[in-house]
């Protein structure tokens, strides 16, 4: 049930773009993306619902296709303080009204000067 | 205070004693949970209690005993616990349970010897 993100790890240099991605075998309800920087609590980004919606925050996005069951966090022009582990959580359905959110391995990205 | 607090930051503990932690958040939500996070692993929620009530159990050890005695207080009672068990944990709060952003405290480091 845990989802797989890709890449494990990723290093940029600033202004470059980075896609990560989340995949899940289960048919989901919500997709979450969070940031960790080191030695901190996970900062929520956003939540995607089914639909295929898509979301922004300032420079980053996400899109979360149905279908595929699958989501991608896209960051853009990239800068020093988005360095940190990227976690999606992905919720479903788990039966008598409930929902149950599971983390991946979490995307560790590195934007360097 | 504001946001999500965790006490203590730091805790160690032999393999025969009785700790608890402590939890409080200052945001008026329903739904508190702690999570397990381990080097190299990602994070796992071990918890979830929506008004004082516990709506999910992820297959915890019996040695991991919540508390949740009000909405704005979780407690995490330790015993017995495994040098595997040395892990960050993590508290968070929500509007609700489900599709709503959580909100982490910055963790209890806790190391078993």
């Known amino acids: 049930q845990q989802p797989v993100q890709s890449p494990q790890a990723v290093i940029l240099r600033e202004g470059e773009d980075a896609v990560i991605n989340c995949s899940s075998s289960k048919a989901l309800y919500s997709v979450h993306w969070y940031r960790q920087k080191h030695g901190e609590a996970p900062v929520f980004l956003m939540i995607l619902l089914k639909g295929g919606e898509q979301k922004g925050h300032e420079k980053i996005s996400a899109s979360f296709n149905e279908k595929k069951q699958q989501s991608s966090l896209y960051l853009t022009a990239s800068q020093l303080s988005y360095s940190g582990t990227y976690f999606c959580g992905t919720e479903i359905y788990s039966g008598a009204g409930s929902y149950q959110l599971t983390f991946g391995k979490g995307t560790k990205l590195s934007v360097i000067p | 205070e504001t946001g999500v607090t965790q006490t203590p930051r730091h805790l160690v503990m032999g393999m025969t004693n009785k700790k608890s932690l402590k939890c409080e958040q200052h945001?008026?939500?329903?739904?508190m949970y702690w999570y397990k996070q381990s080097a190299k692993k990602p994070l796992e929620l071990m918890f979830v209690y929506s008004l004082e009530e516990r709506v999910e159990n992820n297959s915890v050890p019996s040695r991991f005993s919540p508390e949740c005695p009000n909405s704005s207080h979780l407690f995490l009672h330790l015993h017995t616990l495994q040098p595997e068990d040395s892990a960050l944990y993590l508290c968070?709060?929500?509007?609700?349970?489900?599709?709503?952003?959580?909100?982490f405290g910055p963790g209890t480091r806790l190391t078993v010897t």
């Open positions: 968070a709060s929500s509007q609700d349970v489900g599709i709503y952003e959580q909100y």
């Open positions: 945001l008026g939500h329903n739904a």
